[in-house]
């Protein structure tokens, strides 16, 4: 494994970014055991890789554990000349994983990215896009678990963790619609075997897309979150082709019988159980230039949506029958950008 310099580790593992580092991105994880986890990403030679070309684009990661042990390095097989964006990692401790992802950018496709690291090897996986130059935006990850159930050889009962990796992200090819995948951890994990999924399928909502006159953020941006503590997921998206804005809850077999190739039951574990929890028209985010829109999907399953143009938070909610008027908290010393969020995360969650 390539590692970083002892000056770039040493930042990585302080948190500080450096003077000339403006185009590194940084996400930081702390995992449970108290281990701090960061991954960067950026130009060769703003992350101190001495052993690539100046115009490269690497992904590298560090770790700092409570005894002070430190490791790091570069994922391999991860740079070439194509920025990457949409950083983000998470670690799985059931199975000792460390996800990181990323948005691979080029001048004809973009697609999502994911690197996993287990026992000191990393696995890279190329969630593979739609035909017709696509280009993939705003990816977003959440890891949950499931208490499943199997038969061992001698057919006792077996109650194990399942970890589950759910990815959603954005993405304009032949059409334009919210894309979904699953990545099973406590399983080997095979790159080939991840099923990309199209979310307006799973739904009866597919169909020729336009994006003229709906304001981006009303469609760009779907959005995962936990449906609790039994391991399903809600996803949140737009479908074009119908006009409508859906919730959907995402779940997985959780009986899984025998492990077998020639047993139905086990091999259909990974086939996603789809429910409809709330669907009404597509949103009504105002055209504005954003950098995001955020989802809090409440506890009657009914969609909040905010962003910020910097001076004030704004959101609109749906009732089950209509998209409100846009409301706004202002920002302000008193009112910072996170407060404002949990604000309007605690009023959501609530209703």
Same mark, same amino acid.
């Given at each position: =494994? $390539?590692?970083?310099?002892?000056?770039?580790?040493?930042?990585?593992?302080?948190?500080?970014?450096?003077?000339?580092?403006?185009?590194?991105? $940084? *996400?930081?994880?702390?995992?449970?055991?108290?281990?701090?986890?960061?991954?960067?990403?950026?130009?060769? +030679?703003?992350?101190?890789?001495?052993?690539?070309?100046?115009?490269?684009?690497?992904?590298?990661?560090?770790?700092?554990?409570?005894?002070?042990?430190?490791?790091?390095?570069?994922?391999?097989?991860?740079?070439?000349?194509?920025? *990457?964006?949409?950083?983000?990692?998470?670690?799985?401790?059931?199975?000792?994983?460390?996800?990181?992802?990323?948005?691979?950018? +080029?001048?004809?496709?973009?697609?999502? $990215?994911?690197?996993?690291? /287990?026992?000191?090897?990393?696995?890279?996986?190329?969630?593979?896009?739609?035909?017709?130059?696509? #280009?993939?935006?705003?990816?977003? =990850?959440?890891?949950?678990?499931?208490?499943? #159930?199997?038969?061992?050889?001698?057919?006792?009962?077996?109650?194990?963790? /399942?970890?589950?990796?759910?990815?959603?992200?954005?993405?304009?090819?032949?059409?334009?619609?919210?894309?979904?995948?699953?990545?099973?951890?406590?399983?080997?994990?095979?790159?080939?075997?991840?099923?990309?999924?199209?979310?307006?399928?799973?739904?009866?909502?597919?169909?020729?897309?336009?994006?003229?006159?709906?304001? /981006?953020?009303?469609?760009?941006?779907?959005?995962?979150?936990?449906?609790?503590?039994?391991?399903?997921?809600?996803?949140?998206?737009?479908?074009?082709?119908?006009?409508?804005?859906?919730?959907?809850?995402?779940?997985?077999?959780?009986?899984?019988?025998?492990?077998? $190739?020639?047993?139905?039951?086990?091999?259909?574990?990974?086939?996603?159980?789809?429910?409809?929890?709330?669907?009404?028209?597509?949103?009504?985010?105002?055209?504005?230039?954003?950098?995001?829109?955020?989802?809090?999907?409440?506890?009657?399953?009914?969609?909040?949506?905010?962003?910020?143009?910097?001076?004030?938070?704004?959101?609109?909610?749906?009732?089950?029958?209509?998209?409100?008027?846009?409301?706004?908290?202002?920002?302000?010393?008193? =009112?910072?950008?996170?407060?404002?969020?949990?604000?309007?995360?605690?009023?959501?969650?609530?209703?």
């Amino acid at each position: =494994m $390539k590692t970083l310099s002892r000056l770039a580790l040493a930042l990585a593992i302080a948190l500080v970014t450096a003077v000339g580092m403006a185009d590194v991105q $940084k *996400k930081t994880l702390l995992a449970s055991d108290g281990t701090l986890y960061v991954a960067q990403t950026g130009l060769a +030679s703003e992350l101190g890789l001495t052993d690539l070309g100046p115009n490269d684009y690497a992904v590298v990661w560090s770790s700092l554990a409570q005894d002070g042990t430190t490791a790091g390095g570069e994922i391999p097989r991860a740079a070439n000349s194509n920025p *990457k964006t949409s950083l983000d990692l998470t670690f799985d401790e059931p199975t000792g994983t460390l996800v990181v992802l990323w948005r691979e950018e +080029s001048s004809i496709l973009n697609s999502i $990215k994911l690197a996993f690291a /287990r026992g000191g090897n990393w696995t890279l996986a190329n969630l593979l896009p739609n035909i017709g130059f696509p #280009h993939a935006y705003n990816p977003e =990850m959440l890891l949950t678990h499931q208490t499943v #159930h199997s038969l061992d050889a001698a057919g006792a009962d077996v109650y194990t963790n /399942r970890s589950v990796l759910s990815v959603i992200w954005w993405e304009e090819a032949s059409v334009a619609q919210a894309r979904y995948a699953s990545v099973f951890l406590d399983e080997t994990i095979d790159p080939s075997q991840i099923e990309v999924m199209n979310l307006p399928d799973l739904v009866n909502a597919q169909g020729p897309t336009s994006l003229a006159g709906i304001p /981006r953020g009303s469609y760009a941006f779907p959005a995962l979150q936990a449906a609790g503590p039994g391991g399903a997921v809600l996803a949140s998206f737009s479908a074009l082709a119908t006009g409508q804005q859906y919730v959907i809850q995402i779940d997985y077999p959780t009986d899984l019988g025998q492990p077998s $190739k020639d047993n139905t039951t086990w091999l259909r574990r990974r086939i996603p159980v789809v429910g409809v929890v709330s669907v009404g028209q597509i949103s009504a985010v105002p055209a504005m230039d954003t950098a995001s829109v955020g989802t809090v999907i409440g506890s009657s399953y009914r969609p909040t949506l905010y962003w910020s143009d910097g001076t004030a938070l704004h959101y609109i909610r749906f009732d089950g029958t209509a998209w409100s008027d846009t409301r706004s908290i202002a920002l302000g010393d008193n =009112m910072t950008y996170d407060m404002a969020v949990a604000l309007i995360q605690g009023m959501a969650q609530r209703n």
